[in-house]
């Protein structure tokens, strides 16, 4: 789970910075623009949330959609973007991502 969180906010990281300029670090919301801050802090609660916890696939292969529909289209635009790139960037970050979604959908406890 938190190598989940930081692949997340690695992603956002970088697509802010490219898109958005990010922000002085010292800003106090990790060199984040606003908006990017707001979506970085609403994917770890959705993270800490999480039924499946250290069994989950990756978000993007769960059989239930934690994120209301506008944040599941921010976060979806950033990781199609930016996705392919963190093999470059954090080429071992995006390997174990990559593991990650071959997991098979996990099956929620009663």
Partial sequence: MEREAQTVAVMIGQY???HHGGRRPDSGSNGLCPDCYKLLTYARKRLERCPFQEGKTTCGNC???CYRP??????RT???EIGPRMIFSHPVLALFHVLDSQRKKPVRRK
């Fill in 63 to 65: 059989r239930i959609h």
């Fill in 70 to 75: 506008a944040m599941r289209d921010k976060i």
């Fill in 16 to 18: 802010c910075r490219k």
């Fill in 78 to 80: 950033i990781m199609q």
